[in-house]
């Protein structure tokens, strides 16, 4: 836990490793494959929290969806969406720069198109293999960016109740995104390309008021993501009260939640 930040002392910065590290992902979703963070649960104060050093890249990373193909469904569209909210947290992130858009969106291109077919029918290996690499892609676009709002809350939320990370990334991703557009125009050009990704047919007018934007963009994102069984409430989590105030100081405390826009 010394390597991990705490509201009252700085982290221990990790100086190295004695191992090579080999990267083997069992599931799309993380990217550790590609990044250079590590998260870790606190089961005494029940938080989540990310670290992040150089010596945690990999040496080495092999992508084989083979390994992937008896990946259960549910599992399928959680870790799916944790790799999907880190490449539109990316994408949209208050320093996101030309090389972590170039990886964020091509994450979001590919998992876009391939998560549901891939949690429809798993047995795919194409599928598989598309989602595979918009994780790792996604992995790539965060080590420039890191994450934000979205796995902020998710961290918190999943460290309290003991939450599978993915699925509380894909209740928040929603919420996330009416609250950035609705508070800022300053990615709505980004979160109208991502949209369009979604639902092709969906007219985009930026004409409209800014909250009717962030309503129908955030309505867009969370029906996709209820096709692949995401929860859109708290609620419906079996979570009937839960602790608001402790959740969103847990949230600001996530240093990756500076990047938000």
């Known amino acids: 836990w010394d390597f991990f930040n705490d509201p009252i002392r700085r982290a221990k910065p990790i100086s190295g490793r004695s191992v090579p590290l080999i990267a083997i992902p069992t599931t799309s979703g993380s990217g550790s494959e590609s ?12 938080i989540k929290k990310g670290t ?14 083979m390994v992937l193909m008896h990946m259960p469904k549910r599992l ?5 969406c944790d790799a999907l909210g880190q490449a539109l947290e990316s994408y949209t992130s208050g320093i996101s720069n030309s090389l972590s858009d170039m990886f964020a969106f091509q994450a979001l291109k590919l998992l876009i198109e391939y998560l549901p077919k891939a949690y ?8 598989r293999k598309n989602v595979a690499i918009g994780t790792a892609l996604s992995g790539m676009a965060i080590s420039y960016t890191e994450t934000n709002l979205a796995h902020a809350m998710a961290e918190a939320l999943g460290g309290e109740h003991d939450l599978h990370h993915g699925l509380t990334v894909g209740l928040f991703s929603p919420i996330a995104m009416r609250f950035n557009i609705e508070r800022s125009n300053e990615m709505l050009n980004k979160y109208s390309q991502v949209i369009s990704l979604i639902d092709r047919h969906y007219k985009i007018d930026l004409r409209k008021k800014q909250s009717v934007i962030a309503k ?4 867009i994102l969370g029906n996709f993501l209820r096709n692949l069984g995401i ?5 419906e989590l079996n979570i009937l009260d839960p602790d608001t105030d402790k959740l969103a100081r847990t949230a600001m405390n996530m240093g990756s939640i500076k990047a938000n826009i």
Do not use: H
Not at 231 to 235: D, E, G, L, R
């Open 216 to 219: 129908e963009y955030s309505n």
């Open 120 to 127: 429809r029918d798993g047995t795919d290996l194409t599928y």
């Open 76 to 80: 399928t569209a959680w870790t799916g």
């Open 35 to 46: 990044t250079p963070f590590a998260v870790v649960k606190s089961k005494k104060q029940n």
């Open 52 to 65: 992040c050093s150089r010596f945690l890249y990999p040496d080495v990373s092999l992508i084989d969806p």
């Open 231 to 235: 929860p859109s409430t708290i609620k």
